[in-house]
């Protein structure tokens, strides 16, 4: 399969095509160094993946600051937002802008059919919607983040015949005109092709990753939630 790297962001959040781009130079520098390991980042987890995206704000020119304490504007039974504390996954400044990041991670199933796969990444955004309007902040913009790691299952190890075609359909699934998301950056790079992670007499093969964002806003102490 030959190589796959797109970004595409709207008006909302038009400046961040430079950011994205350094996101799959991370992954794909990460790729590199781990290519005789048949590893890739995207597998990991929500963490390691905001981790990617920190790295990201580095190389871009910016500051990061990972999984740190901070105000929260949470609802109540009542549907009121109170003051509160907890913990936010990233705040990045870059161009002079400040941004606090929620995130989740998906794992889809490439072998799925194309409304599973919208329903996947409207699921996991309403999650990282709802916790980044829960972050109060004066200066900073509230962004939900969904790192995927889309998969395919194959019960002889070998990569999968069809694999090219499944990431084209999963692709188009979640063309930006059919789903709700800012911004989004899409990396299959050919060197993934040999990572697959073993279990029992098979393996997952995960062929590349994407970062989807919206951008929210904040919510303060006494609003109503809607």
Request: net charge negative; aromatic share 12%.
């Amino acid at each position: 399969m030959p190589e796959i790297r797109t970004v595409w962001s709207g008006h909302e959040l038009r400046g961040f095509q430079p950011l994205l781009q350094r996101w799959i130079e991370v992954n794909e520098r990460l790729v590199r160094e781990w290519s005789s390991w048949n590893d890739v980042p995207w597998w990991y987890g929500e963490r390691a993946s905001v981790g990617t995206l920190a790295a990201a704000a580095w190389f871009a020119g910016g500051i990061a600051l990972e999984e740190y304490g901070s105000a929260k504007a949470r609802k109540g039974p009542d549907g009121v937002r109170s003051p509160s504390h907890g913990r936010t996954d990233l705040y990045i400044t870059v161009w002079s802008q400040s941004f606090v990041v929620e995130a989740k991670q998906w794992w889809p199933d490439l072998e799925q059919d194309g409304e599973h796969h919208k329903d996947g990444l409207a699921e996991r955004m309403t999650e990282a919607r709802g916790d980044a309007s829960d972050v109060h902040g004066e200066d900073e913009t509230p962004i939900a983040a969904v790192f995927a790691a889309p998969r395919i299952w194959t019960k002889d190890g070998a990569i999968p015949s069809e694999h090219e075609e499944l990431v084209r359909k999963w692709m188009n699934a979640l063309d930006e005109d059919d789903n709700d998301y800012s911004a989004c950056a899409i990396y299959f790079p050919t060197l993934a092709l040999m990572a697959r992670d073993k279990r029992g007499g098979g393996a997952w093969f995960y062929p590349g990753t994407a970062l989807f964002l919206k951008r929210e806003e904040p919510n303060e102490p006494g609003k109503d939630a809607l």
